[in-house]
């Protein structure tokens, strides 16, 4: 059995890396750190994944090899501001959380595999404070579910907030914080079991999702409350 892990070097993609070595999976991992990459994967490609480029060749190179599973965990979040990103960092969002996977999966043969996506509870709705993680994580869904109603075999996963390197500065109120092992164990089940969209922890997910049925103006005026955007102004 052989998986491929995008951002097996930290957080999510370390410990997933780290459980399907245990269960015997031969680990492939892509990410910048090779230090870190060295200790947990078999086999590795060292790759800024914001270079679109670097990353085709990767795909060349893996053209011939065949994974039981491929996860695209690896992404980054701009810090929350109430400022407009400039192109040059709402760019590198998109490259490394939407455009590397497009890029990635070019030439390789990933018809039998199955294609794990680490979306976000943040994708359902446009966050302010995060313009270019909240649209590239929803572009990611939609580019997730076209892959499935094409025949691929999908999983899709949209976590909240977990303890990681990306949530560690946050200093605003992070709802239903999880775990990093608590979460990891959720993923594995998910992933095993197949099924197409797959948001947790459920209770956030809910509350979300009845926030987004609220009237616009009324949701409007909680975010401008709560967010705190100049962008609202
Ligand atoms: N933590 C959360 O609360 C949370 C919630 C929902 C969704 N997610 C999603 O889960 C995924 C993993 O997040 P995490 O919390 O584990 O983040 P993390 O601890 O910051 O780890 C990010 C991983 O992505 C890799 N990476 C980042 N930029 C890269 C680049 N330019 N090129 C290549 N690799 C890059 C990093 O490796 P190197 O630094 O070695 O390159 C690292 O392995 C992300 O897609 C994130 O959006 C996280």
Redesign the pocket.
């Known amino acids: 059995m052989k998986i491929l892990i995008?951002?097996?070097?930290?957080?999510?993609?370390?410990s997933l890396a780290e459980y399907y070595k245990t269960k015997g999976y031969e680990v492939w991992g892509?990410?910048?750190?090779e230090e870190?990459l060295k200790n947990v994967c078999d086999k590795y490609f060292i790759?800024?994944?914001?270079n679109l480029e670097a990353v085709r060749e990767i795909s060349k190179k893996l053209s011939g090899e065949k994974f039981n599973i491929i996860i695209f965990?690896?992404?980054?979040?701009t810090p929350h501001s109430s400022d407009f990103p400039p192109l040059e960092a709402f760019e590198k969002v998109f490259n490394?959380?939407l455009l590397s996977i497009h890029a990635l999966l070019e030439f390789m043969d990933f018809k039998d595999s199955r294609l794990v996506f680490?979306?976000?509870?943040?994708s359902l709705f446009g966050a302010p404070t995060s313009l270019g993680y909240s649209a590239s994580?929803r572009a990611l869904n939609s580019y997730a579910e076209s892959l499935y109603y094409a025949g691929i075999d999908v999983v899709l996963i949209l976590?909240?907030?977990?303890k990681?390197?990306?949530?560690k500065n946050h200093t605003f109120y992070m709802p239903f914080l999880m775990d990093l092992n608590k979460a990891t164990k959720r993923m594995v089940k998910i992933i095993e079991k197949g099924k197409f969209f797959n948001p947790f922890p459920l209770r956030f997910y809910y509350i979300i999702k009845f926030f987004i049925l609220l009237p616009e103006s009324l949701k409007r005026k909680i975010l401008k409350k709560y967010a705190k955007s100049d962008i609202l102004e």
């Open positions: 995008t951002g097996a070097s930290r957080g999510i993609g370390k892509i990410a910048r750190d870190k790759c800024d994944l914001s965990n690896a992404g980054i979040s490394v959380n680490i979306s976000s509870l943040a994580k976590p909240g907030f977990i990681t390197d990306m949530t």
